[in-house]
């Protein structure tokens, strides 16, 4: 990756809705070029898709320390709720990392059926930064 692929990255970081022409003029390539490097970026899977990002009122990071090893169990049960976002197995303090918008009561039903696999720390965002 280059110094041209990280300036196309930063605008799309920014606008992922611009034109390759937009981006091209900004980052001083011709739209055809910024289109063939974002194609080369998610075929190099250094982009893995364009989404949007959705304001949510509510934010929990949900750390999992597991006291059973059904881990597919467990990793199924975490993927049927809607709420989840985001759901990484993650080493040093804890086994998972939970990244959810529930509402208090969605919040309570999912912390007592995940129970039955171990332990939780729930955290709660309060302001974003950046």
Known sequence: MDKKDRAI??????NSRQSWREIGDKVFLSSQAVGQ?????????????????EQK??????????NTNQFTSFEN?????EEVGEFYKITG???YMI??????DALNLFL???TDF?????????????
């Open 9 to 14: 990255l930063s605008e799309l970081r920014n």
């Open 37 to 53: 490097r974002v194609q080369d970026l998610l075929n190099n899977h250094i982009i893995e898709k364009f989404t949007i990002k």
């Open 57 to 66: 009122q509510n934010l929990q990071f949900i750390t999992i320390y597991m």
């Open 77 to 81: 049960l975490v993927k049927s709720f």
């Open 93 to 95: 303090g804890g086994c």
């Open 99 to 104: 990244i959810s918008h529930f509402d208090s």
């Open 112 to 114: 007592t059926k995940i």
């Open 118 to 130: 171990g332990r939780y720390k729930v955290s709660h965002r309060l302001k974003q930064i950046l």
